[in-house]
């Protein structure tokens, strides 16, 4: 029913598990970002900012022709009022939601991908950028963890906000961020590595992809592309 356009990013799993905690049937369309397959013209038709993941639903509500989306926010929004899972039902609680689903999006994982980029790929070391990545990390940890205090999810109940933020959290030591003054983020990250659904999408992230995405070829592919002319 559903063609997932992935790799093996933070944004790429956020769909994998969200697909396989509902069982909603899907078919993975690997895209290799490394080797510049996003600026393909068919895959660009279906996700024009040239980024992964994409999905195109072939069988949409309105009965109509297949639907495609992009942005893994939006295909979580999406994904989560085709199939009424994942998303409070709740007035107040599924504005919870949605709101800390924005604050990934619009926060917590575009800053720590540029803590990414100046901590491990910047061809220079900056010291100003790296600083102020990593302060900028260490200010949304704080406030996820004081989001969890008293609370086993982010939202309250299990919902796409955690699906959103797990990937991006998960790789906190990458991004100089020590959990031991984080107790509520530590315990939240270990109950979304237990859960069943997220061990099997990053099982078959495994067998997607075998080595770094990153590398010395790939980026200038990843990393050095202006406007497409």
Do not use: C
């Amino acid at each position: 029913m559903i063609d997932l356009y992935y790799w093996t990013t933070p944004n790429g799993h956020k769909i994998t598990i969200f697909l396989e905690e509902t069982g909603l049937e899907y078919t993975i369309k690997p895209v290799n970002i490394g080797e510049g397959q996003q600026f393909d013209k068919a895959f660009l038709a279906i996700s024009p900012n040239n980024t992964i993941p994409a999905i195109v639903d072939q069988r949409p509500d309105d009965g109509g022709k297949p639907l495609s989306v992009f942005e893994s926010g939006a295909i979580l929004e999406y994904l989560a009022e085709k199939t009424g899972q994942l998303m409070p039902a709740d007035l107040r609680q599924r504005w919870q939601a949605i709101q800390w689903l924005h604050w990934q999006m619009g926060g917590f994982g575009p800053m720590l991908g540029q803590n990414h980029h100046f901590r491990q790929y910047a061809p220079e070391k900056l010291p100003y950028a790296i600083e102020r990545y990593e302060k900028e990390a260490e200010r949304l940890y704080g406030v996820l963890d004081d989001q969890l205090k008293g609370r086993d999810y982010i939202a309250g109940d299990y919902s796409i906000a955690d699906i959103a933020t797990y990937p991006w959290a998960k790789l906190h030591d990458r991004q100089g961020v020590d959990t031991a003054d984080l107790p509520n983020v530590r315990r939240w990250l270990d109950t979304m590595a237990a859960r069943p659904a997220v061990q099997r999408a990053y099982e078959k992230a495994d067998r997607i992809n075998t080595g770094p995405t990153v590398n010395d070829k790939s980026k200038s592919v990843l990393f050095g592309q202006g406007r497409r002319k």
